[in-house]
């Protein structure tokens, strides 16, 4: 038992010494609600010519209940400040047509108050109105250029009856008086997706072309180019402007086999689709060289027998129809990884995909390794990796200019959220485009985090960081949170954390760590914990625990634990293997692998974290569920839950660690946000990222800090 009063006192000191340093050095601590000032940077995308960046620029909305998206330019010269380029609120995806005279971008309305699909838009890059291309019933998705300007290729869900349904309401003025039936008819293993909600699976996305009208002529009609009851994804025209190359898995059920999507191609004028390249397994995102003709792509060889882990390699092919070459086998790191972090941009994606060297002799792509992300040169004909850029940073996206001359990348670090900086591929130079948070950050006194190694128990070494609140005296006793990342195949690293840094202003040391099977430590660590999953990575964290205790600012007593999705899994597990923690929030997890096995957004048929399903062996399924062991818990319990989670159903997870605990009158209280998914912390509403965060912090100051806030107890 802890005494309130010692807690009281100790908050106090804490709370005086942050201030105290606050004031010293003229910036304050950083705020939950600093989320709503901060400046986004999304798909940036340099001008042929490379003189030009265009970029989405995302801001939190007036009301805080969504974001705002832009697209800004800036030369990339840093010779002026960026502008707004587009005037709408939902403007995204930029394209800069092969001459640079004009962007292709998608521009979402309201109708009635009402968001409306995205449609494709052009505007002329040295003045105009943007004009709209396409009124698609279902929108359209990001547009690509043909190689002379004149088309663009979209993929998109409409159907012809959607069509014809559009056609009848602009006759009639009106919607038809027809009744629309809303019961789902569900035929396949997977039918809904986090984010997306229940899906269609007669609205596969399928490539369309449109004419792209001069300034004075009339915008043409698009064109449907494919057609089938399989989806097309990452279009792309052909050097010579012919053909469209995407990618698609063509298994009508597609979890019955191992991962695998191959990369194909269509005339522009329709027809039957031809398998261009194959690999063992799923092509990811791809890249034809300056010539049209070699295509370098990333993807990864499915293993025999099944690893849970896969890393991406690069591979380049001759052109379509030859055999690809894996370039980066021996190269024992994750090929367009990218980092853990909860200030991504929330809206607008990231372009990440190969970039040909201007001399097409290397191809430059993003690699993970030990909690950094930064960009490799390839070398086509060697295989040999150079390093491009480096440092404590992950390169988020990426875009070159046609001749490949000059890159511009979009870059975090542990204390910038994300900035714009123009690479010269020839000298290695690097020149910083944007400051978009710099009036927030210069208030804000946001200390870097100190990086660790340590020995686990059997004596492998692990990687992680300390985050110290501001003003930190290792003389003085701080309330320790260890934060646990998700995936289990994920990193944390040098990005920036808002939840991370907001835990240490209010006078937490936060330790996060990179136990057993996170990624960017090559395939075999990453694979560790196949068919051992909660287990020895728990003992990795157990481990990092150890080593903050030793250095003596921690009190021992004072222990929180916290993560989400596989995060969650892992603190769940804790509580029950060990009565170390004094308070934990688990969020979005799994607490019953069998029901997540039943009910998740995607199949666990192939053999790749349990070896077969829950009735062929239930003992192991058992073993590995927290809510099998609930009984041990002692530790008061948070469990965050959206209610439109369907990567963690709160059933699978939170609902049963709740009910089972409240059975055995635990301390324990449930926090459900209505209408948010798995992704919460990340894209969710502003609003509720902040009052989550206020909830995890609130219970740990509670019971780690003797706060007495009272809006969790039972009324």
Excluded: C
Excluded at 100 to 129: N, Y
Excluded at 430 to 446: A, G, I
Excluded at 600 to 620: I, R, T, V, Y
Excluded at 690 to 698: G, S
């Amino acid at each position: 038992m802890r005494l309130a009063a010692r807690l009281h006192v100790a908050a106090a000191v804490v709370l005086a010494a942050a201030l105290t340093h606050a004031a010293s050095n003229g910036r304050r601590p950083i705020t939950e609600t600093d989320l709503y000032r901060f400046v986004w940077i999304a798909d940036p995308q340099i001008a042929p010519d490379g003189r030009q960046v265009a970029f989405v620029r995302v801001t939190v909305n007036d009301t805080k209940d969504g974001y705002d998206t832009a697209i800004w330019t800036v030369p990339a010269d840093a010779s002026a400040r960026p502008r707004a380029f587009t005037g709408g609120r939902r403007d995204s995806a930029p394209r800069w047509s092969p001459d640079g005279s004009r962007l292709a971008f998608l521009r979402a309305t309201e109708r009635d108050g009402k968001p409306q699909p995205a449609q494709v838009h052009v505007i002329p890059v040295g003045g105009g109105e943007a004009r709209g291309l396409t009124d698609l019933p279902k929108g359209a998705g990001t547009p690509a250029w043909s190689p002379d300007g004149q088309r663009l290729a979209f993929t998109s869900t409409t159907t012809p009856e959607d069509t014809r349904k559009q056609e009848r309401e602009r006759k009639e003025g009106r919607k038809p008086d027809e009744r629309e039936s809303d019961v789902r008819v569900i035929t396949r293993a997977v039918y809904r997706f986090n984010n997306t909600g229940y899906l269609d699976p007669k609205r596969p996305p399928h490539i369309w072309v449109l004419d792209v009208p001069g300034t004075a002529d009339k915008p043409g009609a698009p064109r449907q180019v494919t057609t089938g009851s399989f989806g097309e994804h990452s279009p792309a025209f052909s050097g010579d402007g012919r053909r469209i190359y995407f990618t698609s898995n063509r298994a009508k059920e597609p979890y019955y086999e191992p991962d695998d999507q191959d990369l194909y191609s269509v005339s522009v004028d329709g027809g039957a689709p031809e398998r261009a390249l194959s690999i063992d397994g799923p092509i990811g995102s791809y890249a034809l060289d300056r010539q049209g003709r070699r295509i370098a792509f990333t993807g990864a060889v499915n293993a025999s027998p099944p690893r849970s882990f896969d890393q991406d390699d690069l591979f380049v092919a001759e052109g379509a129809g030859a055999g690809p070459r894996n370039l980066t086998a021996p190269y024992d790191s994750d090929v367009a990884g990218g980092i853990a972090a909860d200030q991504h941009a929330p809206r607008g994606g990231q372009p990440t995909a190969p970039v040909w060297s201007a001399d097409g002799r290397s191809v430059y792509v993003r690699v993970a390794e030990r909690g950094r992300a930064n960009l490799r040169r390839v070398d086509v004909a060697t295989g040999k990796v150079d390093a491009v850029t480096t440092g404590d940073q992950e390169v988020v996206g990426y875009t070159a200019s046609a001749d490949g001359a000059r890159l511009v990348l979009s870059i975090s670090t542990a204390t910038e959220i994300n900035d714009l900086h123009v690479l010269d591929a020839a000298t290695g130079t690097m020149t910083r485009l944007t400051h978009v948070n710099q009036p927030l950050m210069d208030e804000l006194d946001l200390p870097a985090p100190e990086e660790i190694s340590y020995a686990s128990f059997d004596g492998r070494r692990i990687h992680g960081w300390i985050q110290k609140p501001p003003g930190f005296d290792p003389a003085k006793k701080y309330p320790l949170i260890l934060q646990v990342h998700g995936g289990p195949h994920a990193a944390y690293g040098h990005a920036f954390y808002h939840e991370i840094h907001w835990m240490a202003a209010k006078g937490y040391v936060v330790l996060y760590t990179n136990p057993r099977g996170s990624s960017s430590y090559g395939q075999e660590f990453g694979n560790l914990i196949q068919y051992a999953y909660p287990g020895d990575d728990h003992k990795d964290l157990m481990a990092g625990v150890d080593e903050v205790l030793a250095r003596g600012y921690v009190d021992p007593e004072e222990l929180g634990i916290t993560g989400g999705s596989g995060g969650g899994v892992l603190t769940n597990w804790a509580i029950t293997q060990t009565d170390r923690f004094a308070a934990a929030v688990s969020q979005r997890s799994i607490a019953d692998w069998a029901d997540f096995w039943y009910t998740a957004d995607f199949s666990l048929f192939q053999p790749s974290w349990f070896k077969g399903a829950p009735w062929e062996d239930p003992q192991d399924f058992a073993r590995r569920s927290a809510i099998t062991h609930v009984a041990k818990v002692k530790t008061p319990l948070m469990l965050i839950e959206g209610d439109e989670d369907w990567r963690t159903p709160a059933a699978a997870g939170g609902e049963q660690m709740f009910r089972a605990l409240k059975y055995l009158k635990k301390p324990v209280v449930m926090v459900r946000f209505p209408e948010e998914s798995h992704d919460l912390s990340r894209t969710g509403t502003p609003w509720r990222r902040v009052e989550r965060l206020q909830h995890i912090v609130n219970w740990f100051d509670v019971h780690l800090q003797g706060k007495e806030l009272g809006i969790y107890d039972v009324p």
